[in-house]
């Protein structure tokens, strides 16, 4: 038997900062200051205030903090559990490219941050904790040929109780074997259903799996580090993870080229507020708008020939809520006709309720495209149909974010930003660079998010300044 199970543990086990090349350093503090991000703007968020008063009355007296606007100071699996579910908030936290059901800030940089917080470790150790559970995790999600999800099951809240429990892990110094445990105990808190994603309703749910995802990171590992144990073959065994919950799978992908490749290098930052699937077709929509200049009101119909998820599981042209728009392709194309798609803010109740947006949403139609039958792709070729007879055509298939495109130091800024615009913007752009920076920061106590300062009424009265001429 290969024993991929042990063979992961003994590498993330034996990883160090030291190991680790320039490129994939900053892909770390990349998805840490991006998740973070994420976290302030989805804060305010209905969802993300109910998950906030959980995680607070439970968790009080820690010291990791929750990253919303003046957030508290909560013990680390609270704070993993609030963090992961608000990265998630918003559909802004970033993923893998090629998809591999893996999204690394939520669910196992949340983790290994509550815990580095709560035990005061610094930004070094920080960053080869996130690298160890990147290349285990995205390697668990390549073997899931994203089977896990053709099941049923949302694949971000299964597999990342697994990248949570290394990172974790190796923050924490494991040996190989409490390593292997931390493993074994992960894969029985995976979980996470796509039934929202059919039935149309509940779609808070979906948030609610990338936090559970990163409490359990955080579970795992802890109970591994008193000696509680799981089984050595969690990952590739006969009822273990890839067999159950995704039947035909590829468990050599868990270890193929472990050490070599930096699977952490396929992190992918996205660029608008909405599901993966719809990015290049949005992408697509701008690029014509830019170059005929036509405007929504102009558009009789919208073809979109892309994957079979595209076609089936975000083919959704009447949402019901403002969660299960940004799930729909339909929607979240209509909305790049009338509004700026990379401002998470112009997904708003306004635009979901706006009827031109709703009546353009209806008049979208999805297809597979050949390529897509032959392997999985995020190419999406759309054509736009004006009242006038003229068709508009354009294929996407990256677009700024993706590991092909990474964004460069100052669009990662402007987007922090543009995230924390309804925060204190000095301290924002404080945070940024130091975070920028953080394999030289001893602790990371100094991670928050620092609220808007309250404007104040001057409240001199003609007394008050009689009062000072007299003086």
Same mark, same amino acid.
């Given at each position: 038997?290969?024993?991929?199970?042990?063979?992961?543990?003994?590498?993330?086990?034996?990883?160090?900062?030291?190991?680790?090349?320039?490129?994939?350093?900053?892909? +770390?503090?990349?998805?840490?200051?991006?998740?973070?991000?994420?976290?302030?703007?989805?804060?305010?968020?209905?969802?993300?205030?109910?998950?906030?008063?959980?995680?607070?009355?439970?968790?009080?007296?820690?010291?990791?903090?929750?990253?919303?606007?003046?957030?508290?100071?909560?013990?680390?699996? $609270?704070?993993?559990?609030?963090?992961?579910?608000?990265?998630?908030? /918003?559909?802004?936290?970033?993923?893998?490219?090629?998809?591999?059901?893996?999204?690394?800030?939520?669910? $196992?940089?949340?983790?290994?941050?509550?815990?580095?917080?709560?035990?005061?470790?610094?930004?070094?150790?920080?960053?080869?904790?996130?690298?160890?559970?990147?290349?285990?995790?995205?390697?668990?999600?390549?073997?899931?040929?994203?089977?896990?999800?053709?099941?049923? /099951?949302?694949?971000?809240?299964?597999?990342?109780?697994?990248?949570?429990?290394?990172?974790?892990?190796?923050?924490?110094?494991?040996?190989?074997?409490?390593?292997?445990?931390?493993?074994?105990?992960?894969?029985?808190?995976?979980?996470?259903?796509?039934?929202?994603?059919?039935?149309?309703?509940?779609?808070?749910?979906?948030?609610?799996?990338?936090?559970?995802?990163?409490?359990?990171?955080?579970?795992?590992?802890?109970?591994?580090?008193?000696?509680?144990?799981?089984?050595?073959?969690?990952?590739?065994?006969?009822?273990?993870?890839?067999?159950?919950?995704?039947?035909?799978?590829?468990?050599?992908?868990?270890?193929?080229?472990?050490?070599?490749?930096?699977?952490?290098?396929?992190?992918?930052?996205?660029? /608008?507020?909405?599901?993966?699937?719809?990015?290049?077709?949005?992408?697509?929509?701008?690029?014509?708008?830019?170059?005929?200049?036509?405007?929504?009101?102009?558009?009789?119909?919208?073809?979109?020939?892309?994957?079979?998820?595209?076609?089936?599981?975000?083919?959704?042209?009447?949402?019901?809520?403002?969660? $299960?728009?940004?799930?729909?392709?339909?929607?979240?194309?209509?909305?790049?006709?009338?509004?700026?798609?990379?401002?998470?803010?112009?997904?708003?109740?306004?635009?979901?309720?706006?009827?031109?947006?709703?009546?353009? +949403?209806?008049?979208?139609?999805?297809?597979?495209?050949?390529?897509?039958?032959?392997?999985?792709?995020?190419?999406?070729?759309?054509?736009?149909?004006?009242?006038?007879?003229?068709?508009?055509?354009?294929?996407?298939?990256? /677009?700024?974010?993706?590991?092909?495109?990474?964004?460069?130091?100052?669009?990662?800024?402007?987007?922090?930003?543009?995230?924390?615009?309804?925060?204190?913007?000095?301290?924002?752009?404080?945070?940024?660079?130091?975070?920028?920076?953080?394999?030289?920061?001893?602790?990371?106590?100094?991670?928050?998010?620092?609220?808007?300062?309250?404007?104040?009424?001057?409240?001199?009265?003609?007394?008050?300044?009689?009062?000072?001429?007299?003086?």
């Amino acid at each position: 038997m290969a024993q991929e199970t042990l063979q992961l543990a003994k590498y993330a086990a034996a990883l160090r900062y030291s190991d680790l090349p320039g490129p994939v350093v900053q892909r +770390a503090k990349d998805a840490i200051a991006d998740t973070i991000a994420a976290i302030a703007f989805g804060a305010h968020l209905p969802w993300s205030r109910i998950i906030v008063d959980y995680a607070g009355r439970r968790g009080a007296g820690g010291r990791a903090r929750v990253f919303a606007p003046g957030g508290a100071r909560l013990q680390a699996p $609270m704070a993993a559990f609030a963090n992961g579910a608000l990265a998630h908030a /918003f559909e802004m936290d970033n993923l893998t490219w090629p998809n591999t059901g893996v999204h690394a800030g939520a669910t $196992m940089c949340m983790p290994a941050l509550a815990v580095a917080q709560e035990r005061g470790i610094g930004g070094r150790e920080l960053i080869a904790a996130v690298v160890a559970g990147n290349e285990v995790m995205i390697r668990i999600g390549r073997a899931t040929k994203h089977n896990n999800e053709g099941r049923g /099951f949302h694949a971000p809240g299964t597999t990342g109780p697994f990248g949570g429990a290394v990172a974790v892990g190796r923050l924490l110094k494991f040996k190989h074997a409490t390593m292997t445990n931390a493993l074994g105990i992960a894969g029985s808190l995976s979980c996470g259903l796509l039934e929202f994603a059919r039935s149309g309703t509940g779609a808070m749910v979906k948030r609610l799996h990338l936090g559970r995802a990163a409490e359990s990171g955080v579970l795992a590992a802890s109970l591994a580090e008193q000696g509680f144990t799981g089984p050595q073959s969690v990952l590739e065994g006969p009822f273990g993870f890839l067999n159950v919950y995704c039947g035909e799978n590829d468990a050599g992908a868990l270890t193929r080229r472990l050490g070599e490749e930096w699977a952490t290098l396929r992190i992918m930052l996205k660029r /608008f507020p909405v599901h993966i699937t719809s990015h290049t077709s949005v992408q697509a929509i701008q690029d014509l708008q830019r170059e005929h200049g036509y405007a929504g009101a102009d558009v009789a119909s919208i073809h979109i020939a892309g994957n079979q998820k595209m076609a089936t599981v975000n083919n959704i042209p009447a949402p019901a809520d403002l969660m $299960m728009a940004q799930y729909s392709l339909p929607f979240c194309v209509a909305l790049a006709h009338h509004r700026e798609a990379r401002d998470p803010a112009s997904f708003n109740a306004k635009s979901f309720n706006d009827p031109a947006i709703r009546a353009l +949403a209806a008049k979208v139609t999805i297809t597979v495209a050949d390529e897509a039958r032959a392997g999985h792709t995020l190419a999406s070729t759309v054509t736009v149909t004006l009242n006038d007879g003229r068709t508009l055509s354009r294929r996407v298939d990256s /677009f700024k974010g993706t590991p092909e495109q990474p964004l460069d130091r100052a669009e990662m800024r402007e987007k922090f930003l543009l995230l924390t615009q309804h925060c204190n913007h000095a301290s924002m752009a404080l945070l940024f660079e130091r975070l920028q920076n953080i394999e030289s920061e001893r602790n990371l106590d100094w991670i928050k998010i620092d609220a808007a300062k309250k404007k104040t009424r001057a409240r001199a009265s003609k007394t008050g300044a009689n009062k000072r001429k007299k003086k």
